[in-house]
C-alpha cells in the first residue's frame, strides 16, 4: 500500500504502525518476508493470521527465498530509493473477532542513509509522523565484523540522534531497536566475542539514549 491507500485503511479502524528505520542492507524486506512467512506455517508470536490487503506484496518480497524461485541462494528485492514508501497490513488475533490490525512500513535503507547525512530530508520522511512504534534495524553481520564496526557503530548512533534532534521521534511512544543477521553475529569462531560485543553495545545504545527520554 502506498501512504494514500493507508489514508484510506486507518478511516473507521484502529491500526497500529511500526516503522523499520535502517541503512541499505540491515534486513528490513528479509524482516517482512520472514514475517509473512511464519504465518504461512501457522500460529506465531501467540497470534494466528486473521487477513491482510497486502498478500500479493509479501508473496512478492518472499518468493526469491524459496526453492521454486529457482535460485541457488535465498535473497529478498531490494527496495529503491526512488521507490515510496511502502506499507504492509496484517491482521493477527488470539481469538476471533479479536484482531489487532498491523501496518509496518519498508523503505529504502539508502533514503535513511541520506537523511542521516542531511537532515533536511527527514521531513520527507511521513511514516515516522504516523508510526506508534519506531523500530531500528541493527545489522549484525556489519557489527560482528571487526573491520566494520568502528565505523558502523557510530553511523547507526548517529542515525538516532538525526531523527531525535529533528523531531521525528516526538510522536511515537516506542522506539526499539532490533538486531538482524544474528545466525551471522552468532557464527561459529568468534560467537563469544560478537555476542558479548552485541550486549555492550545494546547498554551503550540505552545510556546514550535514555537521557533523550
Known amino acids: 500500500m502506498q501512504l494514500d491507500d493507508l489514508v484510506v485503511l486507518v478511516r473507521g479502524r484502529s491500526v497500529r504502525t511500526v516503522a523499520l528505520v535502517g541503512e541499505q542492507r540491515a534486513g528490513k524486506t528479509t524482516l517482512l518476508a520472514s514475517i509473512y512467512a511464519m504465518y504461512c506455517k501457522g500460529e506465531f508470536g501467540g497470534y494466528g493470521f486473521a487477513g491482510s490487503r497486502t498478500l500479493v506484496g509479501f508473496a512478492k518480497r518472499h518468493h526469491l527465498a524459496l526453492l521454486n524461485s529457482g535460485r541457488t541462494d535465498p535473497t529478498t528485492p531490494r527496495t529503491s530509493r526512488d521507490d515510496p514508501v511502502a506499507f504492509f497490513h496484517l491482521a493477527l488475533a488470539r481469538r476471533r473477532n479479536d484482531a489487532i490490525e498491523l501496518i509496518i ?22 511514516e515516522l509522523k504516523i508510526a506508534d512504534r519506531i523500530c531500528f534495524l541493527l545489522d549484525g553481520a556489519k557489527l560482528a565484523s571487526n573491520e566494520l564496526r568502528p565505523a558502523y557503530a557510530r553511523q547507526f548512533k548517529q542515525l538516532i540522534h538525526a531523527l531525535h534532534d529533528n523531531g521525528a521521534l516526538a510522536q511515537t511512544d516506542h522506539v526499539e531497536v532490533l538486531a538482524t543477521k544474528f545466525d551471522v553475529t552468532a557464527a561459529p569462531g568468534g560467537t563469544e566475542d560478537q555476542v558479548r560485543y552485541l550486549d555492550f553495545f545494546e547498554s551503550q545504545i540505552v545510556a546514550e539514549f535514555k537521557e533523550h527520554g
Open 105 to 126: 512500513s519498508d523503505r529504502s535503507g539508502e533514503a535513511y542513509e541520506a537523511a542521516r547525512l542531511d537532515t533536511e530530508l527527514i521531513g520527507n520522511l511521513p
